[in-house]
């Protein structure tokens, strides 16, 4: 059972920056999958970025130049470092992966960005 724990989200001004750290509880060599899902309230979650073991990277439309997705396998650590926010990006933050065919997600971590 893998675990995923979230930190780093906060309240920030547009135009600021935050990075979210996501520390998994074994290591992190064996996913070949791991990402971002974002909430709104009344929204359906949504991926915001992913990374493959290869190094390739996905990113949505609405973070792409402004978000970078990273991992360090020897912290077993994924984080997303998000530059010139935007009210817009207010959400729960999701870390996720997939896993010998099960996904994980981590409880969720709180993005605001307001003036």
């Known amino acids: 059972q893998v675990q995923l724990v979230e930190s780093g989200g906060g309240l920030v001004q547009p135009g600021g920056s935050l990075r979210l750290s996501c520390v998994a509880s074994?290591?992190?060599?064996?996913?070949?999958?791991m990402g971002w899902y974002r909430q709104s309230p009344g929204k359906q979650r949504e991926l915001v970025a992913r990374?493959?073991?290869?190094?390739?990277?996905i990113y949505a439309d609405s973070v792409k130049g402004r978000y970078a997705i990273s991992r360090n396998t020897a912290k077993n650590t994924l984080y997303l470092q998000m530059d010139r926010l935007k009210p817009e990006d207010t959400a729960v933050y999701y870390c996720?992966?997939?896993?010998?065919?099960?996904?994980?997600w981590g409880q969720g971590t709180q993005v605001t960005v307001s003036s």
């Open positions: 996720h992966t997939l896993l010998d065919g099960r996904d994980y």
């Open positions: 074994e290591s992190i060599f064996r996913m070949r999958i």
């Open positions: 990374i493959f073991d290869d190094g390739s990277l």
